[in-house]
């Protein structure tokens, strides 16, 4: 999508597949089941002790803190939430860069 284009715009959704998928929702559905098919049928996969341990120090570490979650939300309603603005503006051109990067290595 080019930057300043509106989603909602014809043009945008079928440039990212998006207008097949909203006029008919029970094709996702339909998807999904061959997709689940699909793999019950495919190649057997084993997953590595290495990638076990991860996926469980993944899922006790926690990424989710409810409490932050909580004073966010209640800031937004109190309307005192603000956004730093040179920080997110930092982190797109951090992220862009490390995407060059792969790309060109």
Do not use: C, H, W, Y
Not at 25 to 31: C, K, M, Q, S, T
Not at 57 to 81: S, Y
């Amino acid at each position: 999508m080019k930057i300043g284009q509106k989603p909602e715009l014809p043009g945008a959704l079928a440039q990212t597949g998006l207008s097949k998928q909203t006029k008919t929702p029970g094709a996702a559905e339909e998807a999904t089941k061959g997709a689940s098919s699909a793999s019950a049928a495919g190649v057997p996969v084993t997953v590595s002790m290495s990638a076990r341990t991860l996926a469980q120090t993944a899922r006790t570490a926690g990424d989710f803190d409810a409490g932050r979650v909580k004073a966010v939300r209640a800031a937004i309603d109190q309307g005192t939430f603000t956004v730093d603005a040179g920080a997110i503006a930092d982190k797109m051109l951090s992220n862009a860069q490390e995407i060059l990067t792969r790309s060109r290595g």
